[in-house]
């Protein structure tokens, strides 16, 4: 059996000060973060698309047209939640960030 060869000084101070780094979980927060926020980054100046219209540039309660209360009675897609046509998408918390 081959024995590993023991790690140099170097890699060793290496893989210390990492291990401190990753062991801070601010450091952790904001690389993930930032990860994030670069990945989406790039849909910022993006068109509407699929069902962005419906949802979001037509929907009464997201532009404004409809009062805030109406985002608590309307599904998803701004239809009263008691009318025959309505999908029953109940989402107030989506529906309020859009506006």
């Known amino acids: 059996m081959r024995r ?3 790690p140099s000084v170097r890699e ?8 401190s780094v ?8 904001a690389l993930v973060a930032s990860v994030g926020a ?5 849909s910022l100046n ?3 698309v699929h069902d962005d219209i ?6 009464g309660d997201v532009n404004g047209a409809n009062s ?8 998803f897609w701004g239809t009263p939640m008691s009318d025959p046509h309505s999908h029953k998408s109940y989402r107030p918390l ?3 960030t859009f506006r």
Do not use: M, Q
């Open 12 to 19: 060793e101070a290496a893989a210390k000060s990492w291990r």
């Open 4 to 6: 590993r060869p023991l």
């Open 38 to 42: 670069l990945t989406y980054s790039n």
């Open 68 to 75: 805030v209360i109406r985002i608590f009675k309307d599904d």
């Open 46 to 48: 993006g068109e509407f």
């Open 94 to 96: 989506t529906t309020i």
């Open 54 to 59: 419906p949802a979001i540039v037509s929907n």
């Open 22 to 29: 990753c062991e801070n979980e601010w450091v952790t927060y």
